[in-house]
T-cell receptor, first 110, second 114 residues
Framework: GQSLEQPSEVTAVEGAIVQINCTYQTSGFYGLSWYQQHDGGAPTFLSYNALDGLEETGRFSSFLSRSDSYGYLLLQELQMKDSASYFCAESMDSNYQLIWGAGTKLIIKP | ETGVTQTPRHLVMGMTNKKSLKCEQHLGHNAMYWYKQSAKKPLELMFVYSLEERVENNSVPSRFSPECPNSSHLFLHLHTLQPEDSALYLC?????????????FGPGTRLTVT
């Protein structure tokens, strides 16, 4: 079946830049979304890429390379509040059914 | 607050009980979703409703029964559950099916089956 791969955990320092990678299956690929989930909280939408390139939203950017079946989420000027789990999710054939990665826990140290 | 509410927030039930989870969205969206989230595992899509019509049922056991009486409300009826059904159940909505990549989630119901 379809699956996405992302690191289970990433550690970074406050104020630094961190990149969270995601590789996906190509069959029926439509687009790649990113979500943030704090412990005990609900997932919240961050970004969506359907075309190759970089999408920037404030401190967060998301990149997609369809030829490499790869995307990443880039977080700049890390703040302690960015400590959370980050999920990539793939849309296939249409946009309403998302296939999710297992999430990357981002640990930020002072 | 995302505009999606879920009740109850926590539920403990025995395997022979019947209970229902409720979800309400105040965003004017036309699509709603039920997910199961277990620790260290990807979110599992259970059901999708678009304009009150079920459009997806991902091989979910019949002990889970969804109901969508209108575009703002979604229920998940539970009966004779198993301990492995213990998880966080999340409800989400999107503007419509075409914008399903941008979903708004409720806080979830933490379900424990004893």
């Amino acid at each position: 079946g379809q699956s996405l791969e992302q690191p289970s955990e990433v550690t970074a320092v406050e104020g630094a830049i961190v990149q969270i990678n995601c590789t996906y299956q190509t069959s029926g690929f439509y687009g790649l979304s990113w979500y943030q989930q704090h412990d005990g909280g609900a997932p919240t939408f961050l970004s969506y890429n359907a075309l190759d390139g970089l999408e920037e939203t404030g401190r967060f950017s998301s990149f997609l390379s369809r030829s490499d079946s790869y995307g990443y989420l880039l977080l700049q000027e890390l703040q302690m509040k960015d400590s959370a789990s980050y999920f990539c999710a793939e849309s296939m054939d249409s946009n309403y059914q998302l296939i999710w990665g297992a999430g990357t826990k981002l640990i930020i140290k002072p | 607050e995302t505009g999606v509410t879920q009740t109850p927030r926590h539920l403990v039930m025995g395997m022979t009980n019947k209970k229902s989870l409720k979800c309400e969205q105040h965003l004017g969206h036309n699509a709603m979703y039920w997910y199961k989230q277990s620790a260290k595992k990807p979110l599992e899509l259970m059901f999708v409703y678009s304009l009150e019509e079920r459009v997806e049922n991902n091989s979910v056991p019949s002990r889970f029964s969804p109901e969508c009486p209108n575009s703002s409300h979604l229920f998940l009826h539970l009966h004779t559950l198993q301990p492995e059904d213990s998880a966080l159940y999340l409800c989400a909505s999107s503007q419509d099916r075409d914008r399903g990549y941008e979903q708004y989630f409720g806080p979830g119901t933490r379900l424990t089956v004893t």
